[in-house]
């Protein structure tokens, strides 16, 4: 089985500023709630957890994971989706002037501008990932329970892969902070 979880809350989603690849760490309520998702989730075992290396995925893979013998293994393709310089922009999703605003509301007619990532570009990582380390996992052995703690576009990559989701709806994927989906 796989299973996605997004990273708990930080002081820049609390503002709602736009973090990408900025490494912020969790705050208090963050930490509490992948804790809680914890006690939440106790029964399931997990055999190996993949993250993304910046800290607020580190940090609730290692809170979410405390007490178990699971692996976790840090992999950059993990990374949330680089916004360039708009990450730490705020309003980016009420204000149709900030190039960013698109990617939120009509993400099939995103085109980044300076050094921001392309949907494309994300895409590759996320499907190259699954490709090369998830699904060779899953054949093998169906049963093996595999972990990945991420971020909201990132995540909403891998399981509109998954799900086969067109781009017009790839937020329809999102999930809530510390959010634990099961997939395949």
């Known amino acids: ?20 690849q900025i490494d912020i760490p969790l705050i208090e309520e963050g930490r509490q709630a992948a804790i809680t998702a914890r006690e939440k989730n106790k029964d399931l075992h997990f055999d190996v957890c993949y993250a ?24 950059d393709r993990l990374k949330e989706m680089s916004f360039g310089e708009y990450e730490g922009s705020l309003g980016y999703f009420d204000d149709p002037k900030n190039p960013v605003n698109v990617l939120f509301v009509r993400p099939e007619a995103y085109v980044p501008t300076g050094s921001a990532e392309s949907l494309e570009k994300l895409s590759e990582r996320s499907k190259s990932f699954l490709d090369e380390i998830v699904y060779p996992q899953v054949k093998e052995d ?24 067109p781009l017009e709806h790839f937020w329809d994927n999102l999930i809530g902070n510390c959010e634990l989906v099961r997939l395949l």
């Open 142 to 165: 169906p049963h093996k329970n595999i972990l990945i703690v991420a971020h909201g576009a990132l995540g909403c990559s891998l399981i509109s892969h998954i799900k086969k989701t």
């Open 1 to 20: 089985m796989l299973y996605i979880m997004r990273h708990g809350k930080t002081q820049w989603n609390k503002e709602q500023k736009l973090q990408g």
């Open 52 to 75: 993304s290396p910046l800290l607020r995925a580190k940090e609730t893979a290692e809170l979410f994971l405390e007490g178990t013998d699971t692996p976790i293994i840090y992999d």
